[in-house]
């Protein structure tokens, strides 16, 4: 049954567009929550609250689901080409987040497999992630045999890269684990190009991310001030960053996702026109006819977004905070920019706009 179980659910994760598969047992990771714990005492989680908390369930599938048997591990591919740089106005999306929000996606995608016909009252009592509970899933995807553990800190697949997604279910169903080979024998060798095209220095040691210096740290999860000795090398990321990725020699053959919804033409692609979100800025105009004006010249937006702005901004006479709030929502809806914030999300097309290219000497 076990056997029979795994073959049919990994064919339907294969229908539905998954790129790999695999079965684990929920039993901790002590190993891996000894060394997030040494990471995290280093300093190199920053701010992150979540990452913070003083009980971690990180490595413990049992404090998410009682009875956990079983992990069901799901592999999707994001990758898109990017093309050239539009203009100097454009700053550049991180690759995961070119299309719609990747935790909305997936977890439609796994409420699918779940309602499959064939898996019927299967994972009656299970639960079902994609980043969005502070589990240490590259450990628990490396454990299964989803990739190994790059100088990057990223998990990194032989036959796929690491332009991936993780999704996992927690299931109380004893499901044999997939027999994978050892991913501790297979490494990055000599090669420490990550390390090295790091313009601020976020990759210290190997295998360790510090957060504090990480250009999608401070683009995406920092909302205060940056310090402007990291700034400075943020380049043309606006949000987000895929240096380390793109240098890496297992990206060389990446191939474009399945997934309508991760293409570029689902979101707001690899490049966006920063005055576009600077319009959003408090202040910039003084009356509301002047703001509908510009905003019905943006190129950034569906037609049914711009329709729903334009009601909204009918029943204001006055431009506040909270107005371009809504408007912010609206324009920035279902896609991963709505994660910074609008203010963070000003700041972070300004420190871009202002950005001057090193001459060489």
């Not at 300093?43 to 599938?61: F, T």
Request: proline residues 5%; glycine residues 4%.
């Amino acid at each position: 049954m076990s056997q029979s179980l795994a073959q049919t659910i990994k064919a339907i994760a294969k229908e539905i567009g998954f790129n790999d598969v695999k079965f684990i047992s929920a039993k901790p990771l002590l190993e891996s929550e000894k060394n997030f714990l040494a990471w995290r005492s280093k300093g190199y989680a920053a701010e992150m609250n979540y990452l913070l908390k003083e009980n971690p369930i990180h490595a413990r599938p049992e404090f998410l689901l009682e009875d956990a048997k079983t992990i069901i591990m799901f592999s999707a591919n994001y990758y898109s080409e990017c093309p050239t740089r539009p203009s100097l106005e454009h700053g550049r999306i991180a690759s995961y987040a070119v299309g719609l929000d990747y935790h909305k996606v997936l977890r439609k995608k796994i409420k699918e497999l779940i309602a499959h016909p064939e898996l019927k009252d299967v994972f009656a009592k299970s639960k079902f992630f994609t980043d969005a509970v502070p589990l240490l899933e590259k450990s628990f995807a490396k454990k299964a045999g989803l990739g190994f553990r790059g100088r990057n800190s990223l998990l990194i697949s032989r036959e796929n890269g690491s332009f991936n997604f993780i999704a996992e279910i927690i299931t109380d169903i004893e499901i044999e684990a997939d027999k994978t080979i050892d991913t501790n024998a297979i490494t990055c060798g000599n090669c420490t190009r990550c390390m090295d095209i790091c313009p601020t220095e976020a990759l210290p040691e190997e295998y360790q991310l510090d957060a504090r210096k990480c250009i999608s740290y401070h683009t995406i999860e920092n909302r205060g001030e940056i310090p402007k000795d990291l700034s400075d090398k943020f380049g043309e990321w606006f949000f987000g960053c895929d240096l380390c990725q793109n240098i890496c020699p297992y990206n060389k053959k990446s191939i474009p996702s399945t997934f309508d919804e991760f293409r570029p033409e689902s979101g707001f692609g690899h490049w966006f026109y920063l005055p576009e979100i600077v319009d959003l800025e408090f202040g910039r105009f003084n009356k509301i006819s002047k703001l509908q004006e510009q905003l019905e010249k943006h190129k950034y937006i569906h037609q049914e977004s711009l329709t729903l702005i334009k009601k909204l901004c009918e029943k204001h006479s006055d431009i506040s905070e909270d107005l371009l709030e809504q408007i912010f929502q609206i324009k920035f809806a279902r896609t991963p920019l709505l994660r910074p914030k609008r203010k963070a999300l000003i700041r972070n097309a300004k420190i871009v706009l202002n950005y001057k290219i090193p001459t060489s000497p």
